[in-house]
């Protein structure tokens, strides 16, 4: 028995006229219900389909309302905004990948067109540590019944409002696979009332605070459930080990910031402070006139290293700046396209140290073009952190904060990922799970935007690339955690 029980998020009228239309002929499907939470729309629904009225799509009642209305071995859900058309087969290959009991549930990659324009959206696999509530599964997601009723059953009490997928997803992936099917199964007719939104930031956009801190509490006990769980650090630093020349080391890797080094420089070296200290500039064999600039500096505080490998990222340039016998006891993020946003941020991190005996310090930044003109989505502080929890909410987020510093000798015993993407995220998480993070919610930092930053709109493809390597990251990190709470 094949029968597929179709729910979709319904918003306006004419809103699936394609996909209802490929729905209503395929004989797997034996009903399509529209969810909405617009009472008015009921006078919408086309002929042959269920309204069923939700306060909020997202919740534990809107999700106990589809297991009560199905009768099928497999519930199909579309979480789009777009109409979408079925490719050839699309359902019967999703059904086939959830004939294996270990299957709980299956996603694929789809096309999207725009205009006269057709490309591919890729998608990831899922692994252990895909546990961001962002994690892209494309817009058509397929369950079987008796796996997402099993996992509705463990967070049913829960009462979220707005993270019941979530919570149903990280429930059903503790006993079943969620199986990535690496095949193009249909195909997104974008329009211009849905433009692409980024949600790079949506966590720590306080618009969105009230369901983050839901979304917290929705991986916190996923956390517990599979043992990875840990209670709060409060394991202090000796700050007083080692001896050092300079109390701190502003670091900075560059390559091929001809543009913007000079600036970096200068707001390192303008750093007023009540100790001494000195910038670090590895240069990774740059090409563009950027080692020039560097080596025309003669002060005494910048030291100009070019290493000797030609196979560094930023974290290989990182270690090579920490492993000079004059780096100093903290050392400090400062990236070669932005800078300070005060003569005074060095000095406040480094007596945050003091205060709270951190092995680590994040600041907050804020987000602006080349002019230094704010652009959305403006500052990013990171306060959805707490001492408490925040070591274990850092591994549903896909960033920190910035600038990042650090207890030098900590830092030296640790092995930076040789990687240009994610090592400062592979830090803050090693280092949370047994030492205090302090946190400095004032703007210590402008983090510039253009058109050569590494940060410029990337494809999905390098996206899909970055965010498989953070969830790798995240599932080492919660086997690490799994095997301490084991202790």
């Known amino acids: 028995m094949n029968g597929i029980t179709c729910f979709l998020y319904f918003q306006v009228e004419d809103q699936f006229n394609q996909l209802i239309a490929d729905l209503q002929k395929h004989p797997y499907i034996k009903k399509i219900f529209l969810l909405a939470t617009d009472q008015k729309l009921v006078s919408a629904v086309p002929k042959g389909c269920t309204f069923l009225h939700a306060n909020t ?125 690496n095949e193009y199964l249909y195909t997104e007719i974008k329009t211009a009332q849905h433009t692409a939104i980024n949600t ?76 001494p200290f000195n910038v670090i500039v590895i240069d990774n064999h740059s090409t563009d006139g950027t080692n020039e600039i560097i080596a025309k500096y003669k002060n005494s505080k910048l030291i100009h290293l070019i290493p000797q490998q030609t196979d560094l990222g930023i974290g290989g340039c990182w270690d090579t700046g920490i492993k000079h016998p004059l780096c100093g006891r903290f050392a400090i993020q400062l990236d070669s396209d932005d800078l300070y946003s005060s003569p005074y941020s060095l000095e406040k991190i480094v007596q945050k140290f003091y205060e709270e005996q951190c092995a680590m310090v994040i600041g907050s930044y804020k987000i602006t073009d080349f002019t230094l003109q704010t652009i959305p989505p403006g500052i990013i502080d990171h306060k959805e952190w707490s001492n408490e929890n925040g070591h274990n909410n850092a591994l549903r987020i896909n960033g920190l904060g910035a600038p990042r510093a650090f207890f030098t000798p900590l830092l030296r015993r640790i092995h930076i990922p040789n990687t240009s993407y994610g090592e400062d995220y592979a830090l803050g998480l090693s280092i949370s799970r047994n030492y205090h993070i302090g946190r400095i919610y004032d703007v210590l930092y402008l983090c510039r935007r253009w058109e050569g930053n590494s940060d410029a709109s990337l494809s999905i493809e390098k996206l899909n690339i970055n965010n498989h390597y953070k969830d790798s990251l995240r599932t080492l990190e919660i086997n690490i955690r799994q095997e301490m709470t084991k202790l």
């Open 57 to 181: 799509w997202d919740s534990i009642s809107s999700f106990q309302t589809i297991i009560e209305q199905t009768h099928t071995p497999y519930i199909l859900l579309y979480t789009g905004n777009n109409d979408i058309t079925l490719g050839y087969l699309a359902l019967e290959r999703m059904v086939n990948y959830l004939s294996p009991h270990s299957n709980g549930m299956a996603y694929a990659n789809y096309y999207e067109k725009e205009k006269n324009t057709t490309r591919q959206h890729p998608v990831n696999d899922y692994q252990k540590g895909s546990v961001r509530d962002d994690f892209d599964f494309g817009l058509l997601r397929m369950f079987r019944q008796d796996c997402l009723q099993k996992a509705f059953q463990q967070i049913k009490h829960l009462n979220y409002n707005n993270s019941a997928l979530y919570a149903t997803r990280l429930a059903i992936s503790r006993h079943y696979h969620l199986v990535h099917i």
């Open 200 to 275: 790079q930031f949506t966590y720590v956009d306080p618009r969105n605070r009230t369901i983050q801190k839901e979304r917290e509490l929705a991986f916190t006990h996923h956390l517990k459930e599979i043992g990875a769980f840990l209670q709060p650090v409060t394991k202090r630093i000796n700050l007083n080990e080692g001896t050092f020349s300079y109390e701190a080391s502003v670091i900075i890797p560059v390559k091929n910031r001809v543009r913007t080094i000079d600036d970096a420089i200068q707001s390192a070296l303008q750093q007023q402070t009540s100790f």
